[in-house]
């Protein structure tokens, strides 16, 4: 029954994955393949498992064996597919297996997250028969993706109710959902009430209240936690020092996003695209383009290659510094590079022509 009951909620190839039916997959075709033999011979029901194995002989332990194995093959095929973004086709190998285990579930759930397809998230959520603290993670971290920080901090209340213990990691992934709405004091709120409990914060942890504060803007709580994390000898990496910076931009603290950013090689780590992308955004005085080319230099110099977001930071910087010539050149520099136009150029774009008849017109 749990098969029909999957293909019931529209989980199979003619339900929730239309696009799986519509175009050819390499490492999919033979759990597809599996699904359309099953019902084409065996029916769309949940005896199908019980059957191979009379048919091959399996009993007992043997039987239980192949059925492990083969919940074992679907979740490793369902994780590989969440990382690379493919729910679809994630659905269609859930629905090859009659009777899905809880890993297999959550690995499922989790792909479709990892895609922000919140509502086939959801239902697998609650037509769960067993609700796990994994299960529970995911969701909580989807929510939290998807600025849901209200239903996060509703799932992560029940747990105990249910005799479910939070773990460190469902502490992380509420902290993460304060990150995503720029809440840097809940975050900090909920570290401490993790703290509190006994476990044991990692550089991930810390990492999620960092973002937080550069969200927020915060950046004595930034500072703060970046000591913590020297105090307990948890290496901070480029994303945490990013943070920093960040929090410094969204202040217009020039002078304290330099001295952040100068802590990347005083630790000896490289910057990032996203680093440089945020230092360039913060360049407010009249002669940011000058500073940003010089950053753009240093990145090049550093092997680290420019994207689509670096270059419309560029063009801030050319918009607030009036040079027109440079602006044009950096548009003819993102085109050259097959970087695609995103909206922010275009804005950027609509700001300098702004700007230009602004100055026209004084």
């Known amino acids: 029954m749990a098969f029909r009951r999957a293909l019931g909620r529209g989980l199979s190839l003619h339900g929730l994955a239309?696009?799986?039916?519509?175009?050819?997959?390499?490492?999919?075709?033979?759990w597809q393949e599996k699904l359309q033999n099953r019902i084409e011979q065996h029916g769309a029901d949940g005896s199908f498992n019980r059957r191979v194995r009379q048919e091959q002989g399996l009993q007992g332990a043997d039987a239980r064996k192949h059925g492990l194995l083969e919940q074992r093959e679907a979740t490793a095929e369902v994780r590989n597919l969440g990382q690379q973004r493919r729910w679809e086709e994630a659905l269609a190998v859930f629905a090859c297996v009659p009777e899905p285990d809880p890993l297999l579930r959550t690995a499922v759930m989790d792909a479709c997250g990892k895609s922000g397809q919140l509502l086939h998230a959801r239902r697998l959520f609650e037509e769960m028969p067993v609700k796990t603290v994994p299960a529970y993670n995911a969701f909580i971290a989807l929510l939290g993706r998807m600025r849901r920080l209200r239903e996060a901090s509703a799932l992560f209340a029940e747990m105990p109710d249910l005799r479910l213990e939070q773990s460190d990691i469902t502490f992380t992934s509420l902290i993460d959902a304060h990150s995503m709405v720029s809440d840097a004091e809940g975050a900090a709120k909920v570290f401490s009430d993790m703290e509190a409990r006994g476990l044991k914060a990692s550089a991930i942890t810390c990492g999620a209240v960092l973002a937080a504060c550069g969200r927020a803007g915060d950046q004595a709580r930034a500072a703060e936690f970046l000591s913590l994390m020297d105090r307990r000898q948890l290496q901070p990496g480029a994303r945490h020092l990013s943070s920093v910076v960040l929090a410094c931009v969204q202040n217009g603290d020039e002078n304290g996003a330099q001295a952040a950013f100068a802590e990347f090689h005083r630790r000896g780590l490289r910057p990032t695209v996203i680093t440089y992308t945020i230092m360039v955004k913060c360049l407010c005085s009249s002669d940011a383009m000058r500073k940003a080319d010089a950053l753009f230099a240093q990145m090049r110099a550093e092997g680290i290659f420019p994207d689509a977001f670096f270059y419309n930071a560029l063009l801030g910087a050319a918009v607030r510094s009036h040079d027109w010539d440079r602006f044009e050149a950096l548009?003819?520099?993102?085109?050259?590079?097959?970087?695609?136009?995103t909206r922010e150029t275009d804005l950027r774009v609509r700001e300098m022509?702004?700007?230009?008849r602004n100055l026209q017109a004084s």
């Open 353 to 356: 022509e702004e700007a230009r």
């Open 331 to 341: 548009l003819q520099e993102m085109d050259q590079s097959g970087l695609p136009r």
């Open 18 to 30: 239309p696009k799986v039916r519509q175009r050819r997959f390499m490492r999919t075709d033979l």
